[in-house]
């Protein structure tokens, strides 16, 4: 006799941009204002914020609530940035002549940004000071 196992509902989506063409560092620090905000309060956060790295940022958050809407049926007012990180790519190497016949290496830094958003709707009971954004 085989067993299955009961499966939980999975509560959180999430969205990966690769190569996004801008150091890590830079992205770390629009990263940093949003992680653990709610959807909305991101999204007013991201579109006054004056960095340039803000733009793909809004995208994929964006992205991960249409995820979450489609996949889960959720409400975007339930939406919770749970994990949002950065890690370093690959780097773009160009060569530029120079004098003398020379070349000069340009080094392009590329990053991967992840998006993890939580519907605390169906996990209230790991977050429970999100009760007040319910109302």
Excluded: F
């Amino acid at each position: 006799m085989i067993r299955k196992r009961k499966r939980k509902p999975y509560t959180s989506v999430y969205a990966l941009g690769q190569y996004i063409r801008m150091s890590a560092h830079k992205a770390r620090r629009i990263i940093d204002q949003i992680r653990g905000r709610s959807y909305e309060e991101t999204l007013m956060i991201l579109e006054l914020m004056p960095y340039r790295a803000c733009y793909p940022i809004l995208k994929l958050v964006y992205s991960a609530a249409a995820n979450a809407n489609h996949n889960m049926g959720s409400n975007e007012a339930n939406l919770v940035i749970s994990k949002a990180e950065v890690n370093e790519g690959t780097t773009i190497k160009r060569l530029k002549p120079r004098a003398r016949g020379r070349s000069y290496l340009i080094k392009r830094p590329t990053c991967h940004i992840t998006i993890v958003l939580t519907d605390i709707s169906l996990e209230e009971y790991r977050y429970p000071y999100y009760k007040e954004y319910e109302e």
